[in-house]
């Protein structure tokens, strides 16, 4: 793909400062900028920052168009990791004559990173871009796990047209689909209507208030495990640890527990993109919200510096296996526990009637699953898990 039709790359002047300001152990000095008239072979990058200016499809926030420079000048600022890492800027992405044609040059770039294995990480721009990034899942035929941290569902109507608050729906009805599964982290629920939470849990979808959340963050790591693509909706964080947003209330997440969700998302080793949305730059105080999203990078990217690749049960001895009779299963459930990280994985059963054959899928899990399990209970996250992989 020739990158160079599409993105006006990082201009230093323009975020104030130049690139020997920086010490060399700062990311300003380490990243690599993107030059579209040098040859570049993306395939030596492991990470790429995309910015996508565009908010035509944001709700009432047309500013965060202007969130990736500012996120930029926040995070070339930070000091870099331990491990060696090798990103990426390409600049901003020259958006559309439509939104229709941001989506499909985005979700084409996003594509042909995930093909040559680089991770791309989007600032937005409004929610909707959301929508974009799941498409290019669509395109290399790849099914989706989607993890959205975000207080609403961003549902929609079916007869709705597309915008950052109503974009879900777009993804549910695609055709052909390649959407296995959707989890929400985090939602309010005085914020989704009683129609919209039934819809949900109908569709067998995952969804996690913010107060659960917060009771046992932990919780949260089984499930960008298994997710593919996480977006992150900055309203879903607290208004006084993140003021740049116009949707963002009073309650959420604080800004430390939504950086331990990047890392958590980075750690995966599954997860092949990354995204953040709706910071409007007009409504920051003191470049609060900048700064924390810029966090979220640096974790997000620390996380990936530590995954721990231990997710391919090629070899049994690394992990202790636990099976245990449950009497509202089918089966005995059996747990995996690896050895190596001391995280958990449950076995859902994928049963093909016609051929008289049953596959296993490891569904990430933690520890709460398994004692629920000694207690004879079964997980809302294996049931829903084995309602969806057997409808």
Not at 92 to 106: A, F, S
Request: charged share 25%; net charge negative; aromatic share 12%.
């Amino acid at each position: 793909m020739d990158y160079s039709l599409f993105f006006n790359p990082v201009d230093c002047a323009e975020l104030g400062f130049s690139a020997e300001e920086f010490a060399s152990s700062q990311l300003g000095s380490s990243i690599l900028l993107y030059n579209p008239e040098e040859p570049l072979d993306i395939q030596q990058a492991q990470i790429a920052i995309i910015g996508v200016p565009e908010s035509r499809n944001s709700y009432h926030n047309e500013s965060c168009s202007l969130a990736p420079n500012e996120i930029r000048r926040q995070f070339y600022q930070l000091y870099r990791w331990s491990k060696p890492v090798r990103i990426i800027d390409m600049g901003n992405l020259i958006i559309g004559k439509t939104v229709e044609d941001t989506y499909e040059v985005l979700s084409d770039i996003i594509a042909d990173l995930m093909e040559n294995q680089v991770i791309p990480i989007v600032l937005g721009g409004g929610n909707d871009l959301a929508f974009a990034n799941y498409r290019a899942y669509e395109k290399i035929e790849k099914v989706v796990n989607v993890v959205s941290v975000d207080s609403c569902f961003d549902l929609g109507d079916e007869n709705q047209p597309i915008r950052s608050d109503a974009y879900l729906n777009k993804m549910v009805l695609q055709q052909p689909n390649f959407l296995l599964n959707y989890a929400n982290i985090g939602y309010q629920t005085y914020m989704n209507s009683p129609e919209s939470i039934k819809l949900m849990e109908d569709l067998f979808f995952e969804t996690y208030r913010v107060g659960t959340m917060r009771k046992d963050l932990e919780e949260v790591e089984p499930i960008v495990r298994n997710a593919d693509m996480v977006s992150v909706d900055i309203s879903a964080v607290r208004r006084p640890d993140a003021p740049g947003c116009p949707h963002a209330s009073s309650n959420g997440f604080y800004g430390e527990e939504i950086c331990q969700v990047a890392k958590y998302a980075g750690v995966s080793d599954k997860l092949s993109s990354f995204g953040v949305y709706e910071y409007d730059p007009t409504l920051d105080y003191s470049n609060q919200t900048s700064q924390l999203i810029a966090h979220m990078l640096w974790y997000f990217v620390e996380g990936f510096l530590n995954r721990p690749h231990d997710d391919q049960f090629k070899n049994k001895h690394d992990y202790r296996q636990y099976s245990i009779a449950v009497s509202e299963s089918l089966d005995e459930l059996v747990f995996y526990c690896s050895r190596k990280t001391g995280r958990w994985w449950v076995i859902v059963p994928i049963i093909n009637k016609e051929k008289d054959l049953v596959q296993h899928y490891y569904l990430p899990c933690s520890k709460k699953d398994y004692r629920l399990a000694c207690d004879d209970k079964i997980s809302e996250r294996w049931w829903k898990a084995y309602n969806k992989l057997n409808r």
